[in-house]
């Protein structure tokens, strides 16, 4: 059984010459659809994993193996543009200058030998008149064939691309698969097309298959049809693409919307957004709202301001507030004061405090408890663990203010587990033995290297420290819920391959235009070189025909930028000046951001180990959390310093 698929390709000889016939490190151009990248890639051997070489078998028809190129630039050149109408029949107005077609098998079930085999006769009689290479692939669970063929046949006639010579392509391919007894797909053997109207007016076909009636059935219904798990839509690639065409605003939404449902106000979804490293804009010197609060993604320039963030209603200011205040969870109520008369003075109670809208209704009462401590940081061995409250918590915002917030359950748990590792540990450790040790830990971290328990209770002690320093990591972040860390998370690593991304595109954009600053020398060296050559060197005709397409090269970028010119390289050292200004700016935020990941990580760690504990291990929530690591892991090798030129 084998599937057929031809797509045209677009060119310009000079970048195909280039890359076919030059010796370089194996790197794409960017122009796509090159006729020299299309040979090259089929030809070229399939290269997996760290050292697994995948060979390619390539066979000819109408050309010859060191001839390829010369053969369909030599037929482009003399046929091109001759039957050249004014309105292109090509939706993109280009030329057609070859064709790519696909012939993947089911599995293995032909060898790459057979494969190319009955590639090579496919060529022969579909192609008879066309120069082809025909390249066999088993780099993948599918042995396929890639055909390129090009455009124009030796009588100057092209290849027309239309419904007959599709079925012809798929006739032949099907008879040739009988021959050598494999499968044949009985239900589309006859490419049976309905014909149908898009919104534009223009007549469309399409051929109808089972999947697609199943995906049509339950787009009828509403539903949204699952990929295949082969689906482009799936790849990596495809999802980087769409993370590229994001807009400004698109960006500012999206972490909007993931934060919304775990804050308890507008100043806390302000405070998330800084903590992804966004800079927001929203208040006066003086305290007062600005008309218009302005978000600037990490890694972007230009803040978006909110009115511009959909339809100007729902993300204001005044509209998030409603929402929030609305929707907010329950657990969190906001009596508001001045924390700075507390904080060295007697633990405040809910009960003698303000209260503001928020989300507990005038009807509710809070209840009243023995006292709310205010902790900047939870030194274990320096505070006293029963002053901790178990249930509440007293905060501090961004303005100063103070305010009271239930603790979820994930503190609770914490809290508790601090509490009766403590007790254990009292038992065997006076508290100066627990601060030595604790020292001893410190002494450690600050030299980087790991700290050894001599025993249990030493493991202990490692153990509450820890969770004394993720409690106030949790405090710090406002996190309230398991589901609230995992949508931080998410986040947070979304932010982080989106910068990550961006680096990786200075860096190569770096390259390039350093790369485009040595083509004059280059220009002389290999004028020099040719100039020198002897007139019939024995096996160097190609080398000669690559020299003079490289050097054509060259003298097109150097006169596109200029180059030849003082204020052309000028202004080339500009751009270079200023995409290495763009990574200075980037190396800080993803710094920051690794550093928040390895937070969330580490705290998603702790309280797993503090809730399998107690038995009570929140499995929904923890394998939420692996799933969203397995698909956007952070590799923290993936960041390095960059060398700034």
């Known amino acids: 059984m084998a599937t057929t698929e031809i797509h045209a390709v677009y060119s310009t000889p000079v970048f195909c010459l280039d890359y076919v016939l030059s010796d370089k490190p194996n790197r794409r151009i960017e122009v796509k659809d090159d006729i020299g990248d299309t040979i090259a890639y089929v030809q070229r051997d399939k290269v997996t994993g760290k050292c697994a070489v995948y060979k390619t078998l390539s066979t000819y028809h109408n050309c010859t193996k060191t001839g390829i190129s010369d053969t369909f630039h030599r037929i482009s050149d003399k046929f091109r543009g001759n039957i050249r109408r004014e309105n292109s029949r090509t939706k993109n107005k280009k030329e057609v200058v070859c064709w790519h077609m696909h012939q993947s098998f089911k599995g293995h079930e032909a060898s790459p030998e057979i494969a190319n085999e009955i590639g090579l006769k496919l060529a022969k009689e579909v192609f008879s008149k066309f120069s082809c290479v025909v390249s066999t692939h088993s780099n993948t669970d599918n042995i396929h064939n890639h055909f390129v063929i090009c455009a124009w046949g030796e009588d100057g006639k092209k290849w027309h691309d239309c419904r007959r010579t599709k079925r012809l392509i798929r006739k032949v391919s099907d008879r040739l698969c009988e021959e050598y007894g494999l499968d044949v797909l009985e239900k589309t053997k006859n490419m049976n097309l309905t014909e149908w109207t898009d919104r534009d007016g223009n007549k469309r076909a399409t051929e109808v298959t089972d999947r697609k009636i199943e995906q049509w059935k339950m787009h009828d219904k509403g539903v949204e049809p699952i990929a295949d798990s082969n689906d482009y839509r799936l790849s990596e690639s495809y999802k980087e693409q769409l993370a590229d065409k994001l807009t400004n605003a698109d960006l500012v939404k999206n972490d909007i919307d993931s934060l919304l449902p775990y804050v308890y106000s507008y100043d806390e979804l302000l405070e998330h957004l800084r903590l992804l490293g966004y800079k927001v804009n929203a208040k006066k010197k003086n305290g ?358």
Not at 320 to 344: C, G, Q, R, V
Not at 511 to 537: A, H, Q, V, W
Not at 583 to 606: D, H, V
Request: glycine fraction near 4%; charge should be neutral.
């Open 288 to 645: 007062d709202w600005l008309k218009h609060v302005s978000f600037t993604p990490p890694g972007i320039a230009k803040p978006t301001r909110d009115y511009q963030l959909g339809d100007n209603v729902f993300y204001a200011r005044q509209a998030l507030t409603k929402h929030i205040n609305e929707n907010s969870p329950a657990n969190i109520i906001k009596p508001i004061f001045n924390i700075d008369d507390f904080i060295n003075d007697s633990p405040v109670s809910p009960e003698k405090t303000k209260t503001v809208s928020s989300p507990v209704t005038s009807s509710e009462v809070i209840p009243a408890v023995d006292g709310v401590k205010y902790f900047d940081n939870y030194d274990y061995g320096e505070i006293d663990l029963n002053e901790v409250n178990l249930d509440y918590r007293l905060c501090k915002d961004s303005r100063g203010n103070g305010y009271i917030s239930k603790r979820g359950v994930p503190e609770q748990n914490t809290i508790r587990a601090i509490r009766r590792d403590d007790a254990i540990v009292r038992k065997t450790y006076t508290s100066v033995r627990i601060k030595q040790v604790i020292l001893s830990i410190n002494s450690a971290n600050n030299n980087k290297r790991p700290y050894f328990p001599k025993n249990n209770t030493e493991r202990l002690i490692t153990q509450i420290k820890e969770s004394c320093e993720n409690l106030l990591f949790i405090e710090n972040h406002n996190i309230s819920s398991y589901d609230q860390v995992n949508a931080l998370y998410k986040a947070s690593y979304t932010t982080y391959n989106r910068l990550l991304r961006e680096q990786n595109k200075l860096n190569s954009t770096i390259s390039d235009l350093k790369n485009l600053t040595t083509f004059p020398g280059k220009i002389k060296e290999l004028e020099l070189t040719l100039s020198t050559e002897p007139d019939n060197p024995e096996n160097a005709f190609e080398s000669h025909d690559s020299n003079i397409a490289i050097l054509s090269r060259y003298k097109s970028d150097v006169a596109k930028y200029s180059l030849d010119t003082d204020e052309g390289i000028a202004a080339l050292l500009r751009k270079i000046n200023d995409s290495n200004s763009k990574l200075r700016t980037l190396e800080p935020q993803l710094a920051y951001n690794l550093s928040e990941l390895s937070g969330y990580e580490l705290c998603m760690k702790i309280l797993d180990r503090i809730d399998s504990a107690n038995n009570d291990r929140n499995d929904f929530a923890f394998s939420q959390f692996n799933e969203i690591r397995k698909h956007g892991r952070i590799d923290s090798k993936k960041y390095t310093k960059t060398d700034i030129a």
